[in-house]
T-cell receptor
Framework: AQSVTQPDIHITVSEGASLELRCNYS??????LFWYVQSPGQGLQLLLK??????LVQGIKGFEAEFKRSQSSFNLRKPSVHWSDAAEYFC????????????????FGKGTHLIIQP | EAGVTQFPSHSVIEKGQTVTLRCDPI?????LYWYRRVMGKEIKFLLH????????ESGMPNNRFLAERTGGTYSTLKVQPAELEDSGVYFC????????????FGQGTRLTVV
């Protein structure tokens, strides 16, 4: 069965400092990986996704993530965080969408709360 | 383009009552998904519609939950009767089957059963 582990429930980072959020997955097939962010009162917003190709993917808001197959990891990074990055971040894995049917349901991690210190 | 819309944003009901959550997907999105997050836990997949058909309902917790998508447009998720453990945030997402490779999520409905 597939699973996603986000080992850090809370992370506190100073504004301007670098950030890395960890994500490890277990998936039987080729994984399709996502990072979503949820700001207070908002829905889940896609930051970035990976299926194939370059293992370093760029997303919105200056985020990037690196897929490491040997470590079953897909860690999210940002070189310099802003106070507006304070939110909850979710890593998710799923199967690549099949033609005509779309994506299957995703398996999510428990999320990481990011707290930004001034 | 309007996003995925969910109604209501919050609902507080008593144990044993019935609640119906609604999701309006993005226009033209055949795929519609329901997810749930119980407090402190991960977001869990409930079911997936392709148009009006249930593609996968393996995540539905029990028969107190009924999802419908008549006409392949909006969807409802009914909980009857509600139990305390049903409290959580219910998310809806939609995607276009050919154009999109990710799903777009609504803001969620926070359900509290007291």
């Amino acid at each position: 069965a597939q699973s996603v582990t986000q080992p850090d429930i809370h992370i506190t980072v100073s504004e301007g400092a670098s950030l890395e959020l960890r994500c490890n997955y277990s998936y039987g097939a080729t994984p399709y990986l996502f990072w979503y962010v949820q700001s207070p009162g908002q829905g889940l917003q896609l930051l970035l996704k990976y299926f194939s190709g370059d293992t370093l993917v760029q997303g919105i808001k200056g985020f990037e993530a690196e897929f490491k197959r040997s470590q079953s990891s897909f860690n999210l990074r940002k070189p310099s965080v802003h106070w507006s990055d304070a939110a909850e971040y979710f890593c998710a894995v799923g199967a690549y969408p099949f033609e005509g049917g779309g994506a299957d349901g995703l398996t999510f991690g428990k999320g990481t709360h990011l707290i930004i210190q001034p | 383009e309007a996003g995925v819309t969910q109604f209501p944003s919050h609902s507080v009901i008593e144990k044993g009552q019935t609640v119906t959550l609604r999701c309006d997907p993005i226009s033209g999105h055949d795929n519609l998904y329901w997810y749930r997050r119980v407090m402190g836990k991960e977001i869990k997949f409930l079911l997936h519609f392709v148009k009006e058909s249930k593609q996968d309902e393996s995540g539905m917790p029990n028969n107190r939950f009924l999802a419908e998508r008549t006409g392949g447009t909006y969807s409802t998720l009914k909980v009857q009767p509600a139990e305390l453990e049903d409290s959580g945030v219910y998310f809806c997402a939609s995607s276009h089957p050919l154009r999109d490779t990710e799903a777009f999520f609504g803001q969620g409905t926070r359900l509290t059963v007291v």
